[in-house]
């Protein structure tokens, strides 16, 4: 080869490196986005130049998915329902049909103990609200008429939802969070991110590593003390954490504390014996409908139900702070707080 060839070649070898460099550098910049959204605090961070705009697409994507199935908002698709339940099927977008069918599959799971038609009970007690109470019995027993998920009619083919009695209302607090995470993970995805990390609420999803290579590490609650630090940690490349518990939304009444998860069967609070539940597992729709469930199912119920389910891994914390692992997950949890004992 001529000299000015070779000249030629590490000219190109040169640039490729540079460019090379560039992109690496680009690629370690951190963009950070947070923003109040579906009742909690939405947090997400990307790495790489595509960071900026997928993350205003996943932004504008999760208000949409909000209008569409809060209950706390006039106008959304799931108040078109509840306010037609008795009356006729309402047409909802693929979005809501979506999301209300994944939480019939699971009243079906777990025999009504999760039941996405919780929402008359919900509103009675009203708790993470000022106006939560204790409701009288009568209130409770009135209610409890009104929620059953074998009400619920779902046509596929018209994208329409019916619920049969008057009265009837849902509530997809429990899984619609898990379903806007999977949707901003898949926007950062088709936006070529490689590197990410969105929390909402208590559903934390990673995708790839971070930009170090490092797995990124997400921090278990205590659910004895929510404000103080974590009690384990999790390592994560590309997966969902999802964790439910009876102190993240509670009303105080004479030193009796009431939280949010309700019982489809009582009315009242799950009596669970378990503070709080952890899933870890590939979508965080399921994961979420998962952690609720298996909160309400309690320690026995749920393991087993957890044996049927692969890929599926969770970490249950029970009253005396034992904390329940399945073996997959074993290698990943690190317990940084030594009044919680693994158990055996
Ligand atoms: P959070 O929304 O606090 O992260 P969860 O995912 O466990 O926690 O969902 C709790 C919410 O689910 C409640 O605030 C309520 O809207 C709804 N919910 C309460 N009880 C049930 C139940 N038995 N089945 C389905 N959803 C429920
Ligand atoms: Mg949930």
Redesign the pocket.
């Known amino acids: 080869m001529r000299k000015t060839a070779w000249l030629a070649v590490g000219l190109v070898l040169t640039a490729v490196a540079v460019v090379g460099l560039v992109f690496r550098a680009s690629d370690a910049r951190l963009v950070e986005r947070d923003e109040f959204l579906m009742?909690?605090l939405v947090q997400a961070k990307a790495f790489g130049r595509f960071a900026p705009g997928a993350l205003e697409e996943v932004f504008a994507r999760l208000r949409e998915i909000e209008a569409r199935m809060t209950i706390n908002a006039p106008g959304s698709e799931l108040g078109a329902v509840s306010d037609n339940a008795g009356k006729s099927p309402v047409t909802v977008s693929p979005d809501t049909f979506l999301v209300v069918k994944k939480?019939i599959d699971y009243?079906t799971l777990t025999g009504g103990?999760?039941?996405?038609t919780?929402a008359p009970?919900?509103s009675l007690w009203h708790?993470?609200f000022p106006d939560a109470r204790v409701p009288a019995p009568s209130e409770i027993a009135g209610a409890l008429e009104r929620v059953s998920y074998r009400n619920v009619l779902l046509d596929p083919a018209k994208s329409t939802i019916y619920l049969t009695e008057k009265g009837m209302g849902l509530?997809?607090?429990?899984?619609a969070?898990?379903f806007a995470v999977d949707e901003a993970i898949a926007i950062l995805r088709k936006h070529r991110v490689t590197s990410a990390l969105v929390s909402l609420?208590?559903?934390v999803s990673s995708l790839g590593a971070k930009a170090d290579g490092k797995p990124w590490r997400v921090g278990i609650q205590d659910p004895l003390d929510t404000r103080g630090p974590y009690m384990a940690i999790v390592e994560t490349t590309g997966d969902t954490l999802?964790?439910?518990?009876g102190y993240?939304?509670f009303l105080e009444v004479d030193g009796k504390r009431y939280h949010?998860?309700?019982?489809?069967d009582t009315g009242y609070p799950?009596e669970s014996d378990l503070l709080s539940t952890t899933i870890v597992a590939g979508a965080s729709i399921d994961a979420?409908a998962l952690?609720?469930?298996t909160?309400?199912l309690g320690r026995e119920k749920a393991l087993h139900l957890l044996e049927d389910l692969p890929g599926t891994e969770a970490i249950l914390i029970d009253k005396d702070r034992v904390v329940w692992v399945t073996s997959g997950l074993k290698k990943r949890l690190q317990i940084v707080d030594s009044s919680y004992t693994m158990a055996p």
């Open positions: 009742g909690t939480a009243a103990r999760f039941d996405p919780i009970l919900v708790i993470g509530d997809l607090g429990a899984i969070k898990g609420g208590g559903n999802v964790t439910s518990g993240e939304r949010h998860i309700l019982d489809p799950t979420d952690s609720t469930s909160f309400i």
